[in-house]
């Protein structure tokens, strides 16, 4: 992937940003999203500094991708009911609604801030560390459903 194809949030937040690993996700029969992952040097460190991008190819409500996340962030870590509905909240006010050729990346900063963009605008943020987790561990963590896309994302 040349530079040119790196969207200029990622190549602000990430230094020396490249493509660890992508894969299109899909669901059934239904591709959903492409997934590119970036790091520094184009090697991810857990708790470093990266970008997950996703260019969704079908519409899908903001409302829907939060609570799907949520979802996913349930089966990966004991979330306290408090915990997971403010983090639902926070996603819900941030995600918004999507069409094909929609992208959205989601950048975990070096202070473990998530900051989210819409095809390149900044649309919100969320400073928890635990959430940066849990949200990223949904394609990147070890108790990933998607245990495939998670190895093509890491580029193994």
Partial sequence: MANDDIPSEVQEKVPNAKVVGEKMFTY???DVYRASLFAPNG????GGVFALKL???RELEGKKIAQRSIDEMKK???LS???ADKWLNSMAS???DV???HVLTGIATEDGITVFYSNGEEIGSVD???FTTSFFNIWLGEKTSEPKFRKALLGL
Wanted: zero cysteines; proline letters at 4%; charged letters at 40%.
């Fill in 28 to 30: 059934y029969f239904w």
């Fill in 43 to 46: 090697e991810y460190e857990e």
């Fill in 55 to 57: 260019n969704y190819q």
């Fill in 76 to 78: 990966q870590a004991d």
């Fill in 81 to 83: 009911k408090e915990k």
């Fill in 94 to 96: 941030i995600f918004p």
């Fill in 99 to 101: 069409s094909d050729g």
């Fill in 128 to 130: 928890d560390s635990e």
